[in-house]
Nanobody, 122 residues
Framework: QVTLVEAGGGLVQAGGSLRLSCAAS????????IGWYRQTPGNQRDLVAI???????NYADSVKGRSTISRDNAKNTMTLQMNSLKPEDTGIYYC????????????????WGQGTQVTVSS
């Protein structure tokens, strides 16, 4: 089993910054892609940013240029630095990871965190 623990959400004024972090623990052989998705009421979860095990990144157009995702493979942690926040960045942010387990390294499973609320006031 794997647990993803998120931290760093909160209330911030437009133009401010937030740093979201996600720490993975459990029977982890390897974490492949890891990143953040955002969900707003009535909508699906949309990709915000994701980083591969080799460090390749992908960002939603809406956050490109304002956000930086990074990871520490040794510690199984990932961080998203978000700057110049806008009210439209508001939502619940979920950590997502593709994980190979120690017991079944030949398979890749998807895991989600509990979500952390980000609210950007105008």
């Amino acid at each position: 089993q794997v647990t993803l623990v998120e931290a760093g959400g909160g209330l911030v004024q437009a133009g401010g910054s937030l740093r979201l972090s996600c720490a993975a623990s459990g029977s982890i052989f390897r974490i492949n892609d890891i990143g953040w998705y955002r969900q707003t009421p009535g909508n699906q979860r949309d990709l915000v940013a994701i980083i591969s095990s080799s460090g390749s990144t992908n960002y939603a157009d809406s956050v490109k240029g304002r956000s930086t995702i990074s990871r520490d493979n040794a510690k199984n942690t990932m961080t998203l630095q978000m700057n110049s926040l806008k009210p439209e960045d508001t939502g619940i942010y979920y950590c997502y990871a593709q994980v190979q387990l120690l017991t079944q390294p030949q398979f890749t499973y998807q895991w989600w965190g509990q979500g952390t609320q980000v609210t950007v006031s105008s």
